[in-house]
Structure formats: C-alpha cells, structure tokens
C-alpha cells in the first residue's frame, strides 16, 4: 500500500527557509509524478509544485517560481520541497500527494500534512 508521510513544517519568520521532506512507501518514485500542494485557513487546497522523477523536470505555481525547489531522492524514496523567502502568505497546511495540481482524493495518495507557519 503506497504511504506518503511530510514532515519539515515549522514556524519561520518571513524571509526564512524551511526544508520539507515526503517519505514515500509501497512503491518506488520512478512510477509517479509527486505534487506539493498547500491549504490555508479558509482557502481551498491548491497545487504548489510537481516533480516527475523519472526524468527529474519540474513545474511550479506563479506564487513558488523563484522561492520554492521540490527535488527527488530515488534511494531514499524521499521528494523535498525547499522554501525560500518566505512570505506570511505562505501559511498554510502542506501536503504531498501522488499526483500534482488535480485534487483527487479517490484515486490518488496524499499524506497527513505538515503545518508550515510564517510570521513576526
């Protein structure tokens, strides 16, 4: 049974880095394209990034182009998001997921969360 677990969120001021990491069981990355995506209090989930591992290409959101990294680890079946100059705006619940930018909870596997929080 694939399994995604995030972990990394923290608290950050702005302008901070935080480094999150997506453990993948039950399968190996070469199979999948892994998305990041976000949820802010009282906002809908959305897309943040997506990595095709098999050839390593990478698409971002206009809100994380220039500020976020996502990267893939085949050995350690680990993808990461790293976070630059972040931004309060960037508050928000984020997820892993084995898909990127469509939200489908049937058909694909997503990971509990990690809490990312910016702020003063």
């Known amino acids: 049974q694939v399994q995604l677990v995030e972990s990394g969120g923290g608290t950050v001021q702005p302008g901070g880095s935080l480094r999150l990491s997506c453990v993948v069981s039950?399968?190996?990355?070469?199979?999948?394209?892994i998305g990041w995506y976000r949820q802010a209090p009282g906002k809908e989930r959305e897309g943040v990034s997506c990595?095709?591992?098999?050839?390593?290409?990478?698409h971002y959101a206009d809100s994380a182009k220039g500020r976020f990294t996502t990267s893939g680890d085949k050995a350690k079946n680990t993808v990461y998001l790293q976070m630059n100059s972040l931004k309060p705006e960037d508050t928000a619940v984020y997820y892993c997921?084995?898909?990127?930018?469509?939200?489908?909870?049937?058909?694909?596997?997503w990971g509990q969360g990690t809490q990312v929080t910016v702020s003063s």
């Open positions: 997921a084995t898909n990127c930018w469509i939200i489908n909870f049937e058909y694909d596997k």
């Open positions: 039950g399968t190996t990355l070469d199979y999948y394209r």
């Open positions: 990595i095709l591992i098999s050839d390593g290409s990478t």
